[in-house]
Antibody, heavy 123, light 109 residues
Framework: QVTLKESGPVLVKPTETLTLTCTVSGFSLSNARMGVSWIRQPPGKALEWLAHIFSNDEKSYSTSLKSRLTISKDTSKSQVVLTMTNMDPVDTATYYC???????????????WGQGTLVTVSS | SSELTQDPAVSVALGQTVRITCQGDSLRSYYASWYQQKPGQAPVLVIYGKNNRPSGIPDRFSGSSSGNTASLTITGAQAEDEADYYCNSRDSSGNPHWVFGGGTKLTVL
């Protein structure tokens, strides 16, 4: 059974750096067809893709947030870590990690998703 | 970059058929995937690729695509189908980026 679980602080102050960890089980982060993305959802709003890490350690970031994001992985620990700098109240959201399976470049899907973790940015 | 556009809300009578659409330039090059999200829960994949359902997804869910529009059809909608639905595809910029639609709130009457 494939699972992903997010962990990290529930509350961060403005200007602080957020560090979230996604721990996966049931698959390897070195599997060529699989990678892990971080996706967030502000309360009552839509999903927003943030970053992705491929099995070969290639990384990709949302253009609008690229300067603030860093994604990395520790294959031996089955963990993917996302850091987001200079947090602001507008970054308050539920943060999800999800496995992305890509068969070919034009076909990919996010499944499964972690349960999500709500991060509130407030002083 | 790329955007995916969805109708904010759609309603359907119990047992009837409903189509939820998603429009965007990226859909001319990349398949859409569809996710169901119920209140307080994580999204769940319901359709991916041309018209594929993950294990456990009822066969009343189906997908299709034409030009820049992808569609999710629920044939014989059930009360438990009431949820938010999001489409997603790879960004057409050429970079490995992904984009989600704004979501459609489905109400089953």
């Amino acid at each position: 059974q494939v699972t992903l679980k997010e962990s990290g602080p529930v509350l961060v102050k403005p200007t602080e750096t957020l560090t979230l960890t996604c721990t996966v089980s049931g698959f390897s982060l070195s599997n060529a067809r699989m990678g892990v993305s971080w996706i967030r959802q502000p309360p009552g709003k839509a999903l927003e893709w943030l970053a992705h890490i491929f099995s070969n350690d290639e990384k990709s970031y949302s253009t609008s947030l690229k300067s603030r994001l860093t994604i990395s992985k520790d294959t031996s620990k089955s963990q993917v870590v996302l850091t987001m700098t200079n947090m602001d109240p507008v970054d308050t959201a539920t943060y999800y990690c999800a496995r992305l399976t890509t068969v070919v470049s034009w076909l990919g899907w996010f499944d499964p998703w972690g349960q999500g973790t709500l991060v509130t940015v407030s002083s | 970059s790329s955007e995916l556009t969805q109708d904010p809300a759609v309603s359907v009578a119990l047992g009837q058929t409903v189509r939820i659409t998603c429009q965007g330039d990226s859909l001319r090059s990349y398949y859409a995937s569809w996710y169901q999200q119920k209140p307080g829960q994580a999204p769940v994949l319901v359709i991916y690729g041309k018209n594929n359902r993950p294990s456990g997804i009822p066969d009343r869910f189906s997908g299709s695509s034409s030009g820049n529009t992808a569609s999710l059809t629920i044939t014989g909608a059930q009360a438990e189908d009431e949820a938010d639905y999001y489409c997603n595809s790879r960004d057409s910029s050429g970079n490995p980026h992904w984009v989600f639609g704004g979501g459609t709130k489905l109400t089953v009457l």
